[in-house]
Nanobody, 113 residues
Framework: QVQLVESGGGLVQPGGSLRLSCAAS????????MGWYRQAPGKERELVAR???????TYVDSVKGRFTISRNNAKNTVYLQMNNLKPEDTAVYYC???????WGKGALVTVSS
């Protein structure tokens, strides 16, 4: 049974940093591309970052230079390092296995002074 557990969310001031983690189970983690999505209040869910099985990252333009996605196949975990956070980054963040139609509960990130 597939399971994704996101952690690391919280309240941070503008300009601050957070690191999200997502622990995956029930899949062959190393064989799957992983991604981070976010959904802000009143908006559609959007893909923020993706990392391939060969560790190649891609990002939406709004987070380039500020966010870094990484993965640790030994720990079945994908990370999202978020720096220089802005109020518009406020959202619930979800990790995703691209080959599986499953969503975890997400992690709330609030950027506010």
């Amino acid at each position: 049974q597939v399971q994704l557990v996101e952690s690391g969310g919280g309240l941070v001031q503008p300009g601050g940093s957070l690191r999200l983690s997502c622990a995956a189970s029930g899949i062959a983690f190393r064989l799957n591309s992983m991604g981070w999505y976010r959904q802000a209040p009143g908006k559609e869910r959007e893909l923020v970052a993706r990392i391939s099985t060969s560790y190649l990252p891609t990002y939406v333009d709004s987070v380039k230079g500020r966010f870094t996605i990484s993965r640790n196949n030994a720990k079945n975990t994908v990370y999202l390092q978020m720096n220089n956070l802005k109020p518009e980054d406020t959202a619930v963040y979800y990790c995703k296995i691209f080959s599986v139609d499953y969503w975890g509960k997400g992690a709330l990130v609030t950027v506010s002074s």
